[in-house]
Nanobody, 128 residues
Framework: QVQLVESGGGLVQAGGSLRLSCAAS????????MYWFRQNPGKEREFVAA????????YYAESVKGRFTISRDNAKNTVYLQMNSLKPEDTALYYC?????????????????????WGQGTQVTVSS
C-alpha cells in the first residue's frame, strides 16, 4: 500500500520560507513522477509543481515560478518543496502526490485522474 506523508508546514510571515517534505513508501519511488498540489476550502485543488522520476525535469504553476523549487532524493524516497518569498495567497493545505503511471509526467495541468496516490496534506499559513 502506497503511503505519502507530508511534513514541514506551519505559520510564516509574508516574505519568509518553508520547506515541505514528503516521505514515500509502498512504491518504486524512483520510477514515478511526483507532484505538489494545494487547496483552500471551497476551492479546487491546484497544481503547484511536478518533478520527473529521475529529477531531471521540473515544472511549476505560473503563480509560484521563481519562488518555489521542487526536488527529490530517490535514495531517501522523499520529495521536497522549497518555498521562498511566501505570500498570503500561498496559504493552503499542501498535498504531495505520486503519478498514476510509471515513467510519465502530466503537465501543465494534471488532474486527479493522473494521480495514483495522495498524502494527507500539510497546512501552510502565510500571515501578512
Amino acid at each position: 500500500q502506497v503511503q505519502l506523508v507530508e511534513s514541514g508546514g506551519g505559520l510564516v510571515q509574508a516574505g519568509g520560507s518553508l520547506r515541505l517534505s514528503c516521505a514515500a513508501s509502498g512504491l518504486t519511488f524512483s520510477t514515478y513522477s511526483m507532484y505538489w498540489f494545494r487547496q483552500n476550502p471551497g476551492k479546487e485543488r491546484e497544481f503547484v509543481a511536478a518533478i520527473t522520476w529521475t529529477g531531471g525535469s521540473t515544472y511549476y504553476a505560473e503563480s509560484v515560478k521563481g519562488r518555489f523549487t521542487i526536488s527529490r532524493d530517490n535514495a531517501k524516497n522523499t520529495v521536497y518543496l522549497q518555498m521562498n518569498s511566501l505570500k498570503p495567497e500561498d496559504t493552503a493545505l499542501y498535498y504531495c502526490a505520486a503519478g498514476r503511471q510509471r515513467w510519465r509526467v502530466v503537465v501543465p495541468t494534471p488532474s486527479s485522474a493522473d494521480i495514483g496516490s495522495w498524502g494527507q496534506g500539510t497546512q501552510v499559513t502565510v500571515s501578512s
